[in-house]
């Protein structure tokens, strides 16, 4: 039986595991793979802590080399290879040697493209000055580390305010030094919505690092004493030793464009869920696709690592005859941030709202709960703010964005799985999880959420939410039910006080044809309060989350982020 010819055009994530699980799968297949770099397979989510001095050693970056590629696979690697060309008809790729500069071919039976994203590259004058970085390679990394030593680098300009941009802002501040964050939109990760955001950029502003929101950078000059002047759209000008670019990626796309494969509405290369493009012969994985979101069920592009090396496994299957398929993404992810995690899964409230799907077909709701990571009676319990966003109609879980110093990505991580089973709110009440109290609570997090989330389903209780409490109409009382020096240390404006120790002997003094919005701090002695009001013949309703989420919402939307009191 003739080999089976298998090329796989780029490493890192995708590729590389395309290239290795076929191996395992077809032990007589010819397997090459062609890297225009000089590494076939490295952790670049992990540059920004190599930046920062946390991974001291350059080749704790390496997840495979070519030496291992070929004793423990038998699979060839060709590094400083750039596939510059694919003749269709003929099964041929053209590949140029960068380290001799020749150029030669090869031919296919399939053809796995990898080629992954590159930096976007913002129109800004002087992006490409020296001392301007893209982070995206070990290399850049390694230009970034010797900069800062070479030049005892005191500050930088990050213009970006997404992963990376916070990744690096962390890890240069570590560094010693000062660091300004520039980003155009009006709050840090813009995917996000931005009540879950505020945490984050708090600790930026307690470490010192000065953010600027909705801020626009006009060009990058060098500066006479050395350095260079990032100069924003107001004449503003922040001085820097560097400067990081972090503005997002974009699929690399040009060798599917000119061999004339078919791309999809957002740019990438569209594959279908046995990860084929256009040419059956030829597949493609990782940052370059454009996949499904179960959630949406629009097309998206995803520069993630988990899900390219799950592409890269189904596209080795249907090469090797097995009748696999992609089921699409959700978006699962997490950034760190000094002590803080900010971990997500499924579509924000914003994303579902700018696709037009939070009313129909959906039907979303969210709430909001700000349970403790583990027993609170257990020393060192740390708050995880969360806010699961729902369908109001079945209780189909939709998404989640959980934030805290300890316990929100396990917490993530549950209803990720659970979202992937199409599981719903009341399959979160009964989640049986680990259960001991340095570890989590009787009622964990993940079965709060879905306890509050189901009350709201069937109808035990109707809440409001905090952009409600700006201006609530005027048929509806504000009822603060905390006690007497919670609401003396802030509350919300024209709040009526009655403890809810006291309510139901004070009940007289609620009126019966306006509604009532009950709110205590995190939500849960309102939720009660309201239970109890609508059984008296009340209009009641609970504010979800209560006065935290409110101040949340208030300093992230209403007033802006600004550092903690």
Same mark, same amino acid.
């Given at each position: 039986?003739?080999?089976?010819?298998?090329?796989?055009?780029?490493?890192?994530?995708?590729?590389?595991?395309?290239?290795?699980?076929?191996?395992?799968?077809?032990?007589?297949?010819?397997?090459?793979?062609?890297?225009?770099?000089?590494?076939?397979?490295?952790?670049?989510?992990?540059?920004?802590?190599?930046?920062?001095?946390?991974?001291?050693?350059?080749?704790?970056?390496?997840?495979?080399?070519?030496?291992?590629?070929?004793?423990?696979?038998?699979?060839?690697?060709?590094?400083?290879?750039?596939?510059?060309?694919?003749?269709?008809?003929?099964?041929?790729?053209?590949?140029?040697?960068?380290?001799?500069?020749?150029?030669?071919?090869?031919?296919?039976?399939?053809?796995?493209?990898?080629?992954?994203?590159?930096?976007?590259?913002?129109?800004?004058?002087?992006?490409?000055?020296?001392?301007?970085?893209?982070?995206?390679?070990?290399?850049?990394?390694?230009?970034?580390?010797?900069?800062?030593?070479?030049?005892?680098?005191?500050?930088?300009?990050?213009?970006?305010?997404?992963?990376?941009?916070?990744?690096?802002?962390?890890?240069?501040?570590?560094?010693?030094?000062?660091?300004?964050?520039?980003?155009?939109?009006?709050?840090?990760?813009?995917?996000?919505?931005?009540?879950?955001?505020?945490?984050?950029?708090?600790?930026?502003?307690?470490?010192?690092?000065?953010?600027?929101?909705?801020?626009?950078?006009?060009?990058?000059?060098?500066?006479?004493?050395?350095?260079?002047?990032?100069?924003?759209?107001?004449?503003?000008?922040?001085?820097?030793? /560097?400067?990081?670019?972090?503005?997002?990626?974009?699929?690399?796309?040009? /060798?599917?464009?000119?061999?004339?494969?078919?791309?999809?509405?957002?740019?990438?290369?569209?594959?279908?869920?046995?990860?084929?493009?256009?040419?059956?012969?030829?597949?493609?994985?990782?940052?370059?696709?454009?996949?499904?979101?179960?959630?949406?069920?629009?097309?998206?592009? /995803?520069? /993630?690592?988990?899900?390219?090396?799950?592409?890269?496994?189904?596209?080795?299957?249907?090469?090797?005859?097995?009748?696999?398929?992609?089921?699409?993404?959700?978006?699962?992810?997490?950034?760190?941030?000094?002590?803080?995690?900010?971990?997500?899964?499924?579509?924000?409230?914003?994303?579902?709202?700018?696709?037009?799907?939070?009313?129909?077909?959906?039907?979303?709701?969210?709430?909001?709960?700000?349970?403790?990571?583990?027993?609170?009676?257990?020393?060192?319990?740390?708050?995880?703010?969360?806010?699961?966003?729902?369908?109001?109609?079945?209780?189909?879980?939709?998404?989640?964005?959980?934030?805290?110093?300890?316990?929100?990505?396990?917490?993530?991580?549950?209803?990720?799985?659970?979202?992937?089973?199409?599981?719903?709110?009341?399959?979160?009440?009964?989640?049986?999880?680990?259960?001991?109290?340095?570890?989590?609570?009787?009622?964990?997090?993940?079965?709060?959420?879905?306890?509050?989330?189901?009350?709201?389903?069937?109808?035990?209780?109707?809440?409001?939410?905090?952009?409600?409490?700006?201006?609530?109409?005027?048929?509806?009382?504000?009822?603060?039910?905390?006690?007497?020096?919670?609401?003396?240390?802030?509350?919300?404006?024209?709040?009526?006080?009655?403890?809810?120790?006291?309510?139901?002997?004070?009940?007289?003094?609620?009126?019966?044809?306006?509604?009532?919005?009950?709110?205590?701090?995190?939500?849960?002695?309102?939720?009660?309060?309201?239970?109890?009001?609508?059984?008296?013949?009340?209009?009641?309703?609970?504010?979800?989350?209560?006065?935290?989420?409110?101040?949340?919402?208030?300093?992230?939307?209403?007033?802006?982020?600004?550092?903690?009191?």
């Amino acid at each position: 039986m003739k080999k089976k010819r298998i090329c796989v055009v780029g490493g890192v994530a995708g590729g590389a595991s395309c290239a290795a699980r076929a191996r395992r799968l077809d032990e007589n297949a010819e397997i090459i793979i062609f890297e225009k770099g000089p590494f076939v397979s490295f952790a670049n989510c992990g540059l920004p802590y190599y930046v920062g001095d946390v991974i001291r050693r350059e080749e704790h970056l390496l997840v495979a080399t070519p030496e291992m590629f070929r004793q423990r696979f038998n699979i060839e690697v060709r590094l400083h290879s750039e596939v510059v060309g694919i003749d269709r008809d003929g099964r041929r790729i053209s590949v140029r040697d960068h380290q001799t500069g020749r150029e030669y071919e090869e031919t296919y039976d399939a053809l796995v493209l990898s080629p992954g994203s590159s930096p976007v590259r913002p129109p800004i004058e002087g992006v490409d000055l020296p001392g301007v970085f893209f982070l995206r390679t070990i290399p850049d990394s390694r230009a970034i580390r010797n900069l800062i030593e070479e030049r005892d680098a005191g500050s930088a300009v990050i213009i970006g305010g997404g992963y990376i941009g916070l990744e690096m802002a962390e890890n240069l501040v570590r560094r010693g030094l000062r660091v300004t964050v520039v980003e155009m939109q009006h709050q840090l990760m813009p995917a996000c919505d931005p009540e879950m955001v505020l945490p984050l950029h708090e600790v930026l502003v307690q470490k010192g690092v000065d953010v600027r929101l909705g801020a626009h950078v006009e060009r990058i000059e060098e500066a006479a004493s050395g350095g260079m002047t990032v100069r924003l759209r107001s004449g503003e000008g922040i001085s820097a030793s /560097l400067v990081i670019v972090a503005v997002g990626v974009r699929p690399e796309v040009q /060798l599917a464009r000119e061999a004339g494969l078919h791309l999809g509405p957002l740019g990438g290369i569209r594959v279908n869920d046995r990860m084929q493009t256009s040419d059956p012969a030829i597949y493609a994985v990782g940052d370059a696709v454009e996949v499904v979101h179960v959630v949406t069920g629009r097309q998206t592009l /995803l520069a /993630l690592a988990g899900p390219a090396n799950r592409q890269g496994r189904i596209a080795a299957d249907v090469i090797c005859g097995r009748d696999a398929r992609f089921r699409g993404v959700q978006g699962t992810a997490v950034v760190g941030l000094f002590d803080y995690a900010l971990a997500m899964t499924g579509p924000s409230e914003k994303i579902l709202k700018s696709l037009g799907l939070w009313d129909e077909p959906y039907g979303c709701e969210k709430i909001y709960l700000h349970p403790g990571h583990h027993a609170s009676y257990y020393p060192g319990a740390e708050t995880i703010t969360m806010k699961l966003i729902f369908s109001k109609k079945d209780g189909r879980i939709l998404g989640l964005q959980a934030v805290g110093k300890k316990g929100a990505v396990r917490r993530t991580d549950v209803i990720a799985m659970a979202l992937q089973k199409g599981g719903t709110v009341f399959d979160l009440e009964e989640a049986e999880l680990c259960y001991a109290p340095q570890f989590g609570s009787a009622k964990d997090p993940v079965n709060l959420a879905g306890m509050i989330a189901a009350n709201v389903v069937r109808g035990d209780v109707d809440i409001v939410h905090a952009e409600n409490m700006d201006r609530p109409p005027e048929n509806v009382v504000v009822l603060d039910v905390r006690e007497p020096f919670e609401f003396r240390r802030g509350h919300i404006p024209g709040a009526v006080h009655i403890p809810l120790g006291v309510l139901r002997q004070r009940m007289g003094e609620l009126p019966k044809d306006r509604e009532i919005w009950a709110y205590c701090y995190v939500g849960q002695r309102s939720y009660v309060a309201a239970r109890a009001l609508r059984q008296h013949g009340f209009q009641a309703k609970n504010l979800s989350g209560g006065y935290r989420s409110y101040e949340m919402w208030r300093r992230a939307v209403q007033d802006g982020p600004s550092a903690p009191a």
